[in-house]
T-cell receptor, first 110, second 112 residues
Framework: QKEVEQNSGPLSVPEGAIASLNCTYS??????FFWYRQYSGKSPELIMS????GDKEDGRFTAQLNKASQYVSLLIRDSQPSDSATYLC??????????FGKGTRLSVIA | AAGVIQSPRHLIKEKRETATLKCYPI?????VYWYQQGPGQDPQFLIS???????DKGSIPDRFSAQQFSDYHSELNMSSLELGDSALYFC???????????FGPGTRLTVL
């Protein structure tokens, strides 16, 4: 059973701070890792993809992958109230659809 | 950029009725996925199609069926609807070999 674990939160950070979201996965053969943002009642929106160990930056977002530790994280710099949403970690392990974590609810306090 | 289109956006049905949800993938995407998301839940994978053939099957009830057509759009057919089928239904699309999935806006199904 392939599993993706996330802390459900809520994670509360003040506006302007760095929000750090974490995700662990069980399948060591996992190949691709994604972060989706989902506002309440809306569809998941892909915000980051990462495929190799290390950091990948895109604007205020940085994804970090450590395959040895089976760990992937998302950092949001200069957090804004509009970043308040549920962040879903998703993992692709080959020959199966994405496996989603249950999501971390982020609340950015103005 | 073109996105995934789903219709209808909202649907209200009575118990035991049938419903058909439609999904139009991003142009040149050949793989379609269907998900069900209940309140406070993560998306649950139902079924996927690649090049009009079923490629994976998840927790799709036997009362549901789906297919992908020659123009790559997909339909999810739901019969004998139950109260518990009330949820958001998302379609996502991708291209084979790239595992990023792009989600449509969803169909909110309410079963009364």
């Amino acid at each position: 059973q392939k599993e993706v674990e996330q802390n459900s939160g809520p994670l509360s950070v003040p506006e302007g701070a760095i929000a750090s979201l974490n995700c662990t996965y069980s399948d060591r053969g996992s190949q691709s890792f994604f972060w989706y943002r989902q506002y309440s009642g809306k569809s998941p929106e892909l915000i980051m993809s990462i495929y190799s160990n290390g950091d990948k930056e895109d604007g205020r977002f940085t994804a970090q992958l450590n395959k040895a530790s089976q760990y992937v994280s998302l950092l949001i710099r200069d957090s804004q109230p509009s970043d308040s949403a549920t962040y879903l970690c998703a993992v692709y392990s080959g020959n199966t659809p994405l496996v989603f974590g249950k999501g971390t609810r982020l609340s950015v306090i103005a | 950029a073109a996105g995934v289109i789903q219709s209808p956006r909202h649907l209200i049905k009575e118990k035991r009725e049938t419903a058909t949800l439609k999904c139009y993938p991003i142009p040149r995407h050949d793989t379609v996925y269907w998900y069900q998301q209940g309140p406070g839940q993560d998306p649950q994978f139902l079924i996927s199609f690649y090049e009009k053939m079923q490629s994976d099957k998840g927790s799709i009830p036997d009362r549901f069926s789906a297919q992908q057509f020659s123009d790559y759009h997909s339909e999810l057919n739901m019969s004998s609807l139950e109260l518990g089928d009330s949820a958001l239904y998302f379609c996502a699309s991708s291209t084979r070999g790239r595992h990023e999935q792009f989600f449509g806006p969803g169909t909110r199904l309410t079963v009364l």
